[in-house]
């Protein structure tokens, strides 16, 4: 409380109560996301001889990070809960079959949208029962779904390749389809979750269900909300995945759960729910986390070792971003 | 006792600063052996933090603190408790998932390892010791979930005691005990002094202050105001000291005002899978019901039930006003205009890291609709400022996060939640554990003006005067039943109602 200053001489300040502070203010949140993506930028550029900010370059980065980010866009509502979620993968490629499929046999675009969006959203709904109806934690039945629902993937795809005529593709592409649509779903859940009372509730539920609870809010209710959204965003990305290349293999959606948390706790926002949740975080944070992909790619650092190295900043930033427990482990702290 | 009087802890000018907020400003006082000395000032007036301070749990920003002469500075608790200081804090601090005997030895398993393993059976006997020295109805070997907060609140004085501490720092304990736990808190503490070690007490009951401390000390603001001697005690000069102003000698209501013969709630029956058994009551609109009794009688589990939170397997709750909707969850509970203050504020009425403005929105998502299902931000923005102003929420602004502030405050922005939605009906558990008396006159004004407009209030509480204060009718409760029903028209006798409860 400033008005208490007044007056007074200020003692200095001990380095982790500065930390605190910097960590506290809103315009730190804001830009570090930035800081983030330019330091990569700063990174790459030299060390692949400016090859990193050519135009094919930056087009592969912003195609995937598209995918990513609107995965990213839809699961941040389970995320703002306090839930995890990290079967989008596999439902994504699923729905990328389901909605090939039924383009190859009906040569109907909106069709194949319309399936596409179904089945993930129905899948989505799927795993949210499991959690809501059966009390499983959301990250067990995301663990085990993700088995499932990869066997069944590799069941019908076999090790060939399901593939979409590219006129089409190419055709949705020069209308620039995904980015209209992309946009359209941003908006709409940037709305929804800003601006109605689902992504005010979300945020409360994953602050504190038990007040929540006794808010007279029902968790489960908006958990299926939640889904419901974060559906519509795989479904989306499963539209732009078959787009995009035409093709869906056994490869497709491989690593997109951990895409997801990476580009969510890179865009500032905790994987932990609560307050300080947003809808846009996934954007910046898919940006930064493809251009890091294709970044480590282009100096020839092997997959495995990508994925070593997104692990280690991924556990980095959500110790950062976690609460350090001191409050919880001093109660009196909170009474000053 | 030879050496009683002589300083055992001295305070010399701290300070401590969260960022820009100062919580202690040069403050200085010292406690003797043989001394019961009490800390007393309003919420945020840095009492909790010069405890904790002395206990280990954070450090001071500037200045010096000596325990028996020898300079203190202990760096954790365990440190501190080792050193001869331990302290029960405001919050419960046990941990659910293990024993009782597990909590006393938290992170002192060593004396009873033999090897790798832990000699259970030796260690629940030692801890079985102390807490029949202190005269508890649990057992050391029983799981912490099964005891309720009075007994986790003595489960954490038995650690404390189980190191015979030479300083015991009792912070705001008394507050969630009833009766039978003060009892024994108040007699640890004495047998402390007659032992010759000291006792610092923190708490906002002026009347168990001056009954059992040997000196106050009144903090404000981060400052000492004062150290007054027993002899010097005057409620109404200690009173204005503590809040900076003139307070008046009472802030119950005094009327006898009745109530309308409308049931606004009817329990009919009600029996739950603990505590309760075929209990039945009405609530009347424009009533304020109190519900009193020793802390293990069953109310608090009783207000969760008329809310809704905890099952209600046999008999119903339902609302003649409302077409006797019956109220076996909690949306139903606020979508029929209920409302419901948790006794355990901090875990189950608050979001703490969420701001002011997003606690007190959080039950008027529906009635602050713009178009469609937008809300309106500035519906949203009327209906927090409100409060934020009606209730004189001490803050920066609505966007400040809720755990910056103070306990009062904190429940303000609980009490803010509710009256914002109109509820007809509010049940209160121990609406002002841990609040000063300045914020507890404004909780008493106000459950008075929502009677007055007619709303129902059911007002559970562990103490005694407020129950007697406030209500127009007064509920005593005993092993889950209702043992004695009382009406302020006919006058409270407190020896009376006490003889219901035990």
Known sequence: ?336 | MMLKGKTLLDIRCMSKNFGVTIALDNVSFSVSYGEIRGLIGENGSGKSTIASIIAGIQPATTGEAFLRGEPWKPTTQLEAIAGGVGMIVQETGTIEDISVAENIFLGRYEPFKRGPVINRSKMNAEAQKVLDLIGVNFRASQPTHTLDMQQRKLLELAKVMYHKPDLLIIDETSTALAQDGRAILYRMMHQQVEKGKSVLLISHDLEEMMEHCDTLTILRDGHVIDNIPKEKYEPGDIKSKLVGREMQGSYYRTDHDGCSNDAALVADCITTIEDILCLSFRLYKGEILGIGGLSDCGMHTLGRALYGIDEVVDGEVRLPGKGNKVINNTMKAKSNGMGYVSKDRDTESLELNASIYANISSTGYQENRGIGPFISAKKELGYVMEQIENLLIKCVGPHQPTRFLSGGNKQKVVFGKWVAANSDILILDCPTRGVDIGVKASMYQLIYKMKQEGKSIIMISEELPELIGMSDRLLIMKDGKISGEFLRKDGFNEHELINYMI
Do not use: W
């Not at chain 1, 409380?1 to 949140?29: C, D, H, Q």
């Not at chain 1, 990569?40 to 990513?68: D, E, H, K, Y």
């Open chain 1, 1 to 336: 409380m400033p008005e208490k200053t007044e007056g007074r001489s200020v003692p200095a300040l001990r380095l982790n109560e500065r930390y605190e502070i910097i960590r506290a203010n809103r315009f730190v949140n804001a830009l570090f996301p930035l800081v983030m993506f330019l330091l990569i930028i700063v990174i790459f550029a030299p060390l692949t001889g400016g090859q990193f900010l050519s135009r094919n370059a930056i087009i592969s980065i912003l195609n995937q990070a598209l995918i990513v980010g609107t995965v990213a866009t839809g699961v941040a509502f389970i995320y703002t809960t306090g839930n995890l979620d990290i079967s989008v993968g596999p439902i994504m490629a699923f729905a990328a079959i389901i909605g090939a499929t039924v383009y190859n046999n009906t040569l109907s675009v909106p069709l194949m949208v319309a399936s596409c969006i179904v089945v993930a959203v129905l899948l989505m709904l799927f795993n949210c029962t499991l959690s809501a109806i059966f009390n499983i934690k959301t990250i067990t039945a995301a663990i085990v779904m993700t088995r499932i629902y990869g066997a069944i993937n590799s069941k019908i795809l076999g090790a060939s390749t399901l593939r979409v005529d590219y006129t089409i593709c190419r055709e949705l592409d020069n209308g620039g389809f995904r980015y209209a649509a992309f946009f359209a779903f941003f908006i709409i859940s940037f709305l929804v979750y800003h601006k109605t009372k689902i992504g005010r509730a979300d945020r409360i539920i994953g602050g504190n269900r038990s007040n929540a609870v006794q808010t007279g809010l029902s968790p489960n209710r908006f958990l299926y909300a939640s889904f419901l959204m974060a559906g519509i965003g795989v479904g989306l990305a499963a539209v732009f995945t078959i787009t995009r290349s035409g093709t869906i293999n056994q490869d497709t959606g491989t690593g997109m759960g951990t895409d997801v948390m990476l580009a969510t706790v890179l865009g500032g926002m905790s994987i932990f729910g609560g307050a300080k949740s947003n809808s846009y975080s996934g954007i910046i944070g898919a940006l930064t986390v493809t251009a890091l992909n294709k970044g480590l790619l282009m100096v020839g650092v092997s997959t495995t070792v990508i994925q070593g190295i997104r692990g280690v900043i991924f556990i980095l930033l959500v110790f950062l971003n976690s609460n350090s427990g001191r409050e919880k482990i001093l109660p009196s702290r909170q009474q000053f």
